[in-house]
């Protein structure tokens, strides 16, 4: 099994839309989380941490919910500039788990 | 200038070669990871060090071997390669004592785009 797993997409969506993307993580240690941003063929940049108690970053929210294992993030009013790959990533013993991204497309 | 560099940016090569990547950083971090990306499989762990002294494999170290030469310096190589290590690979670098929260952000290096062939 996966530690981390997301559902690939593609997500393809208005300007101005919200969309949700979610990740689940199979082990209960895990002890930090994070959304990361990947462009084509470039390297992952940090686009969030994601805490317990929720955490929001101008039209960015993510969500930690640890008794289901689950974290989400929110987009709202999408730009053409947010279409990316969304990376899910979870830290557990010094090693970072990586979800295979959720792929986004706003279109115009 | 880049904070984290990776050479070469892509390479051709035939089984059984010897390959090296290198990667070199000036964030002053201490702990440096390398990743290969696969279409489908995402980022997956190859090897990680927190210190000169300190190398650990990851979740996929077999076929590969690292040398952390400084702390600005960790590389990596494919003894013999063949073409199922076709793939990105991203170096990382890590330090938990940065930002407000201490949550150890990575920071990648552009990657290199292997061909094994």
């Known amino acids: 099994r996966k530690e981390v797993e997301q559902d690939p997409g593609p997500f393809n969506v208005p300007e101005g839309a919200t969309v949700a993307f979610n990740c689940t993580y199979s082990?209960?240690?895990?002890?930090?989380f994070f959304w990361y941003r990947q462009d084509c063929r470039k390297e992952p940049k940090l686009l969030m941490s994601?805490?317990?108690s929720g955490n929001e970053d101008g039209r960015f929210t993510a969500q930690l919910n640890r008794a289901s294992q689950y974290i989400s993030l929110l987009i709202r009013d999408s730009k053409l500039s947010d279409s990316a790959t969304y990376l899910c990533?979870?830290?557990?013993?010094?090693?970072?788990?990586f979800g295979t991204g959720t792929s986004l497309t706003v279109i115009p | 200038d880049a904070d984290v560099t990776q050479t070469p940016r892509n390479r051709i090569t035939k089984t059984g070669k010897r390959i090296m990547l290198e990667c070199s950083q000036t964030?002053?971090?201490?702990?440096m990871y390398w990743y290969r990306q696969d279409p489908g499989l995402g980022l997956r762990l190859i090897y990680y060090?927190?210190?000169?002294?300190?190398?650990n494999k990851g979740e996929i170290s077999d076929g590969y071997s690292v040398s952390r030469q400084a702390q600005a310096k960790f590389s990596l190589s494919l003894e013999s390669a063949i073409p199922n290590q076709t793939a990105l690979y991203f170096c990382?670098?890590?330090?938990?004592?940065?930002?407000?929260?201490?949550?150890?952000?990575?920071?990648f290096g552009p990657g290199t785009r292997l061909t094994v062939l």
């Open positions: 060090s927190f210190d000169v002294k300190d190398i």
């Open positions: 990533v979870v830290n557990i013993f010094r090693q970072f788990y």
């Open positions: 964030k002053g971090h201490d702990r």
């Open positions: 994601v805490y317990s």
């Open positions: 990382a670098t890590s330090d938990p004592r940065e930002g407000a929260d201490r949550t150890d952000t990575q920071y």
């Open positions: 082990n209960s240690a895990s002890q930090s």
